[in-house]
Nanobody, 126 residues
Framework: QVQLVESGGGLVQAGGSLRLSCAAS????????MGWFRQAPGKEREFVAT????????YYTDSVKGRFTISRDNAKSTVYLQMNSLKPEDTAVYYC???????????????????WGQGTQVTVSS
């Protein structure tokens, strides 16, 4: 079992930046692959980025490539999402998620993750 708590959301103007954090507690953080998802009002929860347990491999959805960076600090049991050049369409509740580490390729489905945080709101004004 792992517990996840996101922080760092807020209101920002278009073109601005935010850094989200997700602190994990419970079992060994480095045993998990981590992901960030988001859900806009009236829409399905969608994949944003994922990072393997070692931190050396990452994968992004096309709409955030070159703007967002996922990283992790296993010593601090924390995963981050640095978001630059934010757009109004990035407005959503952002969730971090965890799944037991796997040697398989990246997991991008909501159903692939076992544990979820409560979410943090990101609002980008135009």
């Amino acid at each position: 079992q792992v517990q996840l708590v996101e922080s760092g959301g807020g209101l920002v103007q278009a073109g601005g930046s935010l850094r989200l954090s997700c602190a994990a507690s419970g079992r060994t953080f480095s045993s998990y692959d981590m992901g960030w998802f988001r859900q806009a009002p009236g829409k399905e929860r969608e994949f944003v980025a994922t990072i393997k347990r070692s931190g050396t491999s990452t994968y992004y959805t096309d709409s955030v490539k070159g703007r967002f960076t996922i990283s992790r600090d296993n010593a601090k049991s924390t995963v981050y999402l640095q978001m630059n050049s934010l757009k109004p369409e990035d407005t959503a509740v952002y969730y971090c998620a965890a799944r037991p580490a796997s040697s398989a390729l990246y997991f991008i489905g909501v159903q692939d993750y076992n544990y979820w945080g409560q979410g943090t709101q990101v609002t980008v004004s135009s």
